[in-house]
């Protein structure tokens, strides 16, 4: 199915260094939702976006929806090594038009 | 606050056996979802239920049936395992459309 291009598709990082990532569409969405999927779990929400321009922040996690609708980015400040994981997006257009994105996997160096 | 439950977590079938997974969500959502996720695919919507009662395709549903048994309660079976099956499988519930989804951790799959 469609999906959503997300980047970077990973990253190795130093513990305490913030990231950056992001998600983009060739369509508008009025959702975008970030989720966390660690090796052998299922994938946690982190943030959820409604409005455009909309930013809002969940403990060092922080997310915005870009004004355009089409993109959308997220942040995590100072990393410690639980980050470590994979990212993506999400949004939902109704209930079979769900897209995801295609994945930034964290690695954090102690 | 358990969320989502599928059980079992691991399953070995061999080709052609049947086999039912579980999944309940306790968060009185009115939407339930499954997906499977193969490496570098990403998730795919096999089936959702929007609401009670209900129940419709996803992109993925060919070899797969569901029920809905109540709002609580969404299953998934195979009819006749293929090794083309073999995968991880998700069910995730939300309150309604294009609301956030809420994951269960899965249940892995082989098929031999």
């Known amino acids: 199915g469609q999906q959503l291009n997300q980047s970077p598709q990973s990253m190795f990082i130093q513990e305490g260094e913030d990231v950056s990532m992001n998600c983009t569409s060739s369509?508008?969405?009025?959702?975008w939702l970030w989720y966390k999927q660690d090796p052998g779990e299922g994938p946690v929400l982190l943030i959820a976006?409604?409005?455009?321009?909309e930013l809002t922040s969940n403990g060092r996690l922080t997310a915005q929806f870009g004004i355009t609708r089409k993109d959308s980015f997220l942040n995590i400040s100072a990393s410690i090594p639980s980050d470590v994981g994979i990212y993506f997006c999400?949004?939902?257009?109704?209930?079979?038009?769900?897209?995801f994105g295609t994945g930034t996997k964290l690695q954090v160096i102690p | 606050n358990a969320g989502v439950t599928q059980t079992p977590k691991f399953q070995v079938l061999k080709t052609g056996q049947s086999m039912t997974l579980q999944c309940a969500q306790d968060?009185?959502?009115?939407?339930m979802y499954w997906y499977r996720q193969d490496p570098g695919m990403g998730l795919r919507l096999i089936y959702y239920?929007?609401?009670?009662?209900?129940?419709d395709k996803g992109e993925v549903p060919n070899g797969y049936n569901v029920s809905r048994l109540n709002k609580r309660e969404f299953s998934l079976r195979l009819e006749s395992a293929a090794p083309s099956q073999t995968s991880v499988y998700f069910c995730?519930?939300?309150?309604?459309?294009?609301?956030?989804?809420?994951f269960g951790d899965g249940t892995r799959l082989s098929i031999l």
């Open positions: 968060m009185n959502h009115n939407s």
């Open positions: 999400m949004n939902s257009g109704g209930y079979q038009k769900v897209t």
């Open positions: 995730a519930s939300s309150e309604g459309n294009r609301q956030p989804q809420h």
């Open positions: 239920s929007a609401s009670e009662g209900t129940t």
């Open positions: 369509s508008i969405f009025n959702t």
């Open positions: 976006l409604y409005k455009a321009g």
